[in-house]
């Protein structure tokens, strides 16, 4: 288990913290508050135990270095250019009105001339 140094980032308080959720706009509960304070003081050790002693070159985003723009701007002038293809619009469809379809009546008779089931009656014997 790694041992965190001691802590030599000052710690906020939880008045601290208020101040600075008042000035972001953010109405917090004392609980909220703490856990945020908590949480706050638990990410400055983190940060204080990265090592720092390092140079930038050995970070990996450092080390990654993309190609500079100017070279595909060069690559995308010396491309012939086409013209873009733009089709046509098509004729607008004439509207046609809207038939509403009759409420099926067969259906209601079908359930009216049913009789009502019987609840525990056995079925096929």
Known sequence: MAVLPASSTPT?????????????????NPGQVADL?????????????????????????????????????AAAAARPTRPIAV??????QPKRAKVKAAPPAKAKVKAAARPPARRGAKRGR
């Open 87 to 92: 089709p046509a619009k098509a004729a607008p």
């Open 12 to 28: 906020i308080s939880p008045a601290e913290m208020q101040i600075l959720v008042s000035r972001a706009g953010l109405v917090l």
């Open 37 to 73: 304070v908590l949480a706050w003081r638990q990410i400055a050790g983190l940060i204080a135990s990265l090592p720092a002693d390092r140079p930038m070159a050995d970070d990996l985003a450092f080390g990654f270095r993309l190609p500079p723009p100017a070279a595909s701007v």
